[in-house]
């Protein structure tokens, strides 16, 4: 079992950046399939992000392709979200997780979860 806990969220003007963190406890990155998932305000929770470190492998949303990058610090067991040229459209809660199925994109098949990281992108 893992806990997960974000951080790094806030009030960014558009075409600013964030670097949004998932650090881990109770087990390793390299054990899961890590995503970022959103969900915006009367939205539904959407895919952002994953990555499988054992496989070396990322893969992102259409919407955020470019602009997004998963990265991660094994000596803090910690994950991260660098989101730049941000738009008012990436406002949400981020929410970081942790699944077993590599490239999985539907958040019902990830295990854990986060509590959310509020972000606010001004026009």
């Known amino acids: 079992q893992v806990q997960l806990v974000e951080s790094g969220g806030g009030l960014v003007q558009a075409g600013g950046s964030l670097r949004l963190s998932c650090a881990a406890s109770?087990?390793?990155?390299?054990?899961?399939?890590m995503g970022w998932f959103r969900q915006g305000p009367g939205k539904e929770r959407e895919f952002v992000g994953g990555v499988n470190w054992r496989l070396a492998f990322a893969y992102y949303a259409d919407s955020v392709k470019g602009r997004f990058t998963i990265s991660r610090d094994n000596a803090k067991n910690t994950m991260y979200l660098q989101m730049n040229s941000l738009k008012p459209e990436d406002t949400a809660v981020y929410y970081c997780a942790a699944g077993n199925i590599v490239g999985s994109r539907r958040d019902d098949q990830y295990d854990y979860w986060g509590q959310g990281t509020q972000v606010t992108v001004s026009s």
């Open positions: 109770g087990s390793t990155f390299s054990s899961y399939t």
